[in-house]
């Protein structure tokens, strides 16, 4: 489903990805992890065309990302979810669902709010269609994030910290919809410091240090004969 070859990625001289080479296949659920500044969010940034990357290719369900007449597609084909939960203050919960059916697949306003409907009744937001952001809680908020994302039916789905701007009590309920997801077959690509969710829920797990992937694995193999140093490190700091 996303196919990257030699991918590096610069901000000025500096480089954020190193030649990165990654294959997620479809349904597959894969939780990166590292240290601060590693590569992460450029990693799925560059996946849905947020960043350009400077060298290789990556590939989204057959779909060139770079190539300009594909951007849309790419763009269609990635839902994005967001540290920051990034909705629009001045729309309903409904509208923000809404919004990207309307805008991006040409869905009318009465079709987009019964699929919008639908979708905050799945991620448990139903009692809070007609609300705005600001009368939720950070959960609820990401919740719509989610079934934002969820509205433009993405073949991929691509999560940047999802929890870490949350107060403790509510990252449960977040990380349940995204436990939830990942049996439905979406292929999923979760940036996460959410050890206990990435040990439960990851097929595989990639730790990514200075741009590049250091280890990957099942996460029995990864948590429990860490190779290495710096992984071992890192999961001595984390866990
Ligand atoms: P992570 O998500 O793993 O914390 P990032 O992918 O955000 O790491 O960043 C990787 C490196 O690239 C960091 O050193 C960061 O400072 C740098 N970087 C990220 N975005 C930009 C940017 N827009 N301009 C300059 N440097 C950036
Ligand atoms: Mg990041």
Same mark, same amino acid.
């Given at each position: 489903?996303?196919?990257?070859?030699?991918?590096?990625?610069?901000?000025?001289?500096?480089?954020?990805?190193?030649?990165?080479?990654?294959?997620? !296949?479809?349904?597959?659920?894969? *939780? *990166?992890?590292? &240290?601060?500044?590693? /590569?992460?969010?450029? #990693?799925?940034?560059?996946?849905?065309?947020?960043?350009?990357?400077?060298?290789?290719?990556?590939?989204?369900?057959?779909?060139?990302? %770079?190539? =300009?007449? $594909?951007?849309?597609?790419?763009?269609?084909? =990635?839902?994005?979810?967001?540290?920051?939960?990034?909705?629009?203050?001045?729309?309903? *919960?409904?509208?923000?669902?809404? #919004?990207?059916?309307?805008?991006?697949?040409?869905?009318?306003?009465?079709?987009?709010?019964?699929?919008?409907?639908?979708?905050?009744?799945?991620?448990?937001?139903?009692?809070?269609?007609?609300?705005?952001?600001?009368?939720?809680? /950070? %959960?609820?908020?990401?919740?719509?994030?989610?079934?934002?994302?969820?509205?433009?039916?993405?073949?991929?789905?691509?999560?940047?910290? +999802?929890?870490?701007?949350?107060?403790?009590?509510?990252?449960?309920?977040?990380?349940?919809?995204?436990?939830?997801?990942?049996?439905?077959?979406?292929?999923?690509?979760? *940036?996460?410091?959410? !050890?206990?969710?990435?040990?439960?829920?990851?097929?595989?797990?990639?730790? !990514?240090?200075?741009?590049?992937?250091?280890? $990957?694995? &099942?996460?029995? =193999?990864?948590?429990?004969? +860490?190779?290495?140093?710096?992984?071992?490190?890192?999961?001595?700091?984390?866990?």
């Amino acid at each position: 489903m996303i196919s990257l070859r030699g991918v590096s990625k610069y901000f000025g001289h500096f480089r954020a990805l190193d030649d990165v080479t990654l294959d997620v !296949m479809a349904g597959e659920t894969l *939780v *990166v992890i590292g &240290p601060s500044g590693s /590569g992460k969010s450029t #990693l799925i940034r560059c996946i849905n065309r947020l960043e350009t990357h400077d060298a290789g290719d990556i590939v989204v369900d057959g779909f060139t990302v %770079g190539d =300009t007449r $594909q951007l849309a597609t790419i763009r269609a084909e =990635t839902g994005m979810v967001f540290q920051n939960f990034n909705l629009f203050p001045h729309m309903s *919960v409904l509208r923000n669902v809404a #919004l990207g059916p309307v805008r991006v697949r040409g869905l009318s306003w009465v079709e987009a709010e019964a699929r919008a409907r639908k979708l905050l009744v799945r991620v448990g937001l139903e009692a809070h269609v007609a609300k705005y952001p600001t009368q939720l809680s /950070g %959960g609820q908020q990401q919740r719509v994030g989610i079934a934002r994302a969820l509205a433009m039916e993405p073949k991929v789905l691509l999560f940047d910290e +999802p929890t870490s701007a949350l107060d403790p009590e509510m990252v449960g309920e977040v990380l349940d919809v995204m436990q939830g997801l990942a049996r439905t077959g979406v292929t999923m690509v979760v *940036v996460t410091h959410e !050890m206990g969710f990435a040990r439960r829920v990851a097929d595989r797990i990639l730790f !990514m240090c200075e741009g590049r992937i250091v280890e $990957q694995g &099942p996460p029995t =193999t990864l948590f429990d004969t +860490p190779q290495d140093p710096r992984l071992r490190g890192f999961l001595q700091a984390v866990l």
